[in-house]
Structures are given as structure tokens and as C-alpha cells.
């Protein structure tokens, strides 16, 4: 995001003069390299860690945190490096981004994190895809997709304050790094994730049953974080630049 229609970090005409398309294609491969770090590395994590469970999701949360780092700071001029339709969402509720739009960015989005669980089962020599049995329900992990989402929003929206390109990438990759350790859903934040997640049996999965349940807990943790940092701004829709 940024003060622009579509970005978390740079210049509004710089994103208007790129076509969507190709602004599209960065979004479906920056969350398709995403969800291939977080299957991978819990790929890698099970199978090396012994059957410790807390030093599996060590591995895998450095390994998230590091390619989140990283892909936000490669993409963030392109496409704006949103990477979730909650973002996506929530930039255009802000109005920086034409809600004619989002239905390209969110379509990437889903469909890139899909082919980079296939990419991930590919890598690692496993069958391409196959539904996960990983149960992930009840209230207490409902509560915490809201928190997660809830604070990925926060953070974004307070470090767009800050004047400096490593704000985002190093608040946001922080803040999935804590919140897998504080949150019991292991903080997926993320729609596209959450249901590329659900084709995979491995460490990272999640069940196709308790999808929609986090999907909603997501979308009103952001909608919920956007419309709070609406109201602290001081009517951001009234100073957002034209998305037009």
C-alpha cells in the first residue's frame, strides 16, 4: 500500500502508468513464490525436525517471514506487493485503489498461491496436490484469524506513515513472524493463502471444512483495522489521492 491506488510503498502514477495486467502478473507470482516458501519449508521442517513440532514451525516461520521480507521489497514498486485480498480490500476501502481493480489482483492472487502449492509438492517430489485432513476449527483459532488480520492491517497502515521503502516489508514480515507463535491458527491473514493451504496434507494445510470460517474471520479483521485506521487518520477517504 501507499499513498496510491494500488501500492503499499511507492508512487501512485508510477503503479496508474503500469498496465493491470502486468500489475496482476507480480501479484499472482508474488503470492505464488509466498505460499511455496510456507509449504515448502514445512515440507523441509517435517521432515528434518524429528517429530518436534515446535521446532518445525520455528523453520517455517523464519523461512515465511524471510520470503515475505523479500517479496514485498521486490514487488512493492510493480504491483504494490499486496500478496491477499484483505489488502486489496481494504486499499480500495481507503479509495487508493479503483474497486474496478480488485477483482484482477484477487484473482491472481488465489489463483498464484494455488500453482505455488502445486510448485512446493513438485519441489519436493510429493503428489501435486492433495486435500488437507489438518483440522483447524473452533472459536479460539476464528478469534485468532481476526486478531492476525486485525494486526497485519495495523501494521500496514501505521508504517505507510513512516518514510522509509523498509517499513512495510520489515513491519509486516515481523509482525506473521510473531503473530505465528501468538496467535493458536498459527496466523494465516490471508484468504489466498488460507485456501492454497487446503490442498496440501503436509504440516502447512488446513482443512477445505474450516476454510470459510477463516476466510470470514479475516476479511472482518481487515475491514475492522482499515475502518479504525479511517477514523484515526482523520477521514482517510477525504485525503486519499485520486484512484481514478
Not at 493491470?20 to 501479484?27: A, H, N, P, T, W
Not at 514485498?72 to 491477499?84: D, E, V
Not at 486489496?88 to 477483482?103: D, F, I, K, Q, T
Amino acid at each position: 500500500m501507499s499513498q496510491k491506488p494500488a501500492s503499499l510503498s511507492l508512487d501512485n502514477r508510477a503503479l496508474d502508468n503500469r498496465a493491470l495486467g502486468k500489475r496482476s502478473v507480480c501479484e499472482g507470482l508474488g503470492t505464488g513464490l509466498l505460499v511455496a516458501a510456507v509449504v515448502g519449508s514445512g515440507i523441509m521442517a517435517e521432515s528434518l525436525a524429528g517429530g518436534n513440532r515446535a521446532i518445525a514451525l520455528l523453520a517455517n516461520t523464519i523461512a515465511t517471514g524471510a520470503a515475505l521480507a523479500a517479496l514485498i521489497m521486490t514487488f512493492g514498486s510493480l504491483s504494490g506487493a499486496h500478496f491477499n485480498p484483505v489488502v486489496s480490500l481494504a486499499v480500495a476501502l481507503r479509495g487508493r485503489m479503483p474497486w474496478a481493480e480488485v477483482p484482477f489482483y484477487v484473482a491472481a492472487q488465489f489463483s498464484g498461491g494455488l500453482l505455488g502449492t502445486i510448485l512446493a509438492h513438485l519441489m519436493f517430489g510429493r503428489v501435486w496436490y492433495s486435500v488437507s485432513m489438518h483440522e483447524r476449527s473452533g472459536a479460539a483459532r476464528l478469534l485468532s484469524e481476526f486478531v492476525a488480520t486485525f494486526g497485519l492491517l495495523c501494521v500496514i497502515w501505521g508504517c505507510m506513515r513512516v518514510r522509509s521503502g523498509l517499513a512495510i516489508p520489515v513491519g509486516v514480515a515481523g509482525y506473521i513472524v510473531a503473530a505465528y507463535w501468538f496467535t493458536a491458527s498459527t496466523s494465516f491473514a490471508n484468504p489466498a493463502v488460507t485456501v492454497a493451504r487446503s490442498i496440501t496434507v503436509t504440516f502447512a494445510g488446513i482443512r477445505p471444512v474450516d476454510v470459510p470460517g477463516f476466510v470470514f474471520a479475516q476479511i472482518a479483521g481487515g475491514i475492522a483495522a482499515t475502518l479504525l485506521f479511517r477514523w484515526l487518520d482523520g477521514d482517510g477517504l477525504a485525503h486519499a489521492p485520486d484512484a481514478g
